[in-house]
């Protein structure tokens, strides 16, 4: 059984900066790939970006040029580094875990989840 914890969150201004990190245990990290996803109220969840274990690393649209994905594999430790918050930022952030992918296969399919942990942004 795999457990995705994840911390980091919080209130920020427009234009600020966060990093969330989600620790996983339970199982070997290796040839996982790590995603974070988010859900905002009254939407459904949605992809944000993953970090394939091969070294992929892939971003929705909507973040690419702003947020940045890492993970420090020796610390079974994945990051999202989110600068230049906007209000539609806020979310729900979820870490979440698969298999190894690479291209499309990145965006869905991961099987394990975090709890979440909120990011709110004002204006």
């Known amino acids: 059984q795999v457990q995705l914890v994840e911390s980091g969150g919080g209130l920020v201004q427009a234009g600020g900066s966060l990093r969330l990190s989600c620790v996983a245990s339970g199982r070997t990290f290796s040839n996982d790939a790590m995603g974070w996803f988010r859900q905002a109220p009254g939407k459904e969840r949605e992809f944000v970006a993953a970090?394939?274990?091969?070294?992929?690393?892939y971003y929705a649209d909507s973040v690419k040029d702003r947020f940045s994905i890492s993970r420090e594999n020796a610390k079974l430790t994945v990051y999202l580094e989110m600068n230049n918050l906007q209000p539609e930022d806020t979310a729900v952030y979820y870490c979440?875990?698969?298999?190894?992918?690479?291209?499309?296969?990145?965006?869905?399919?991961?099987?394990?989840w975090g709890q979440g942990t909120q990011v709110t942004v004002s204006s």
């Open positions: 979440a875990t698969r298999g190894d992918c690479s291209g499309y296969g990145c965006y869905v399919g991961y099987l394990f």
């Open positions: 970090a394939s274990w091969s070294g992929g690393k």
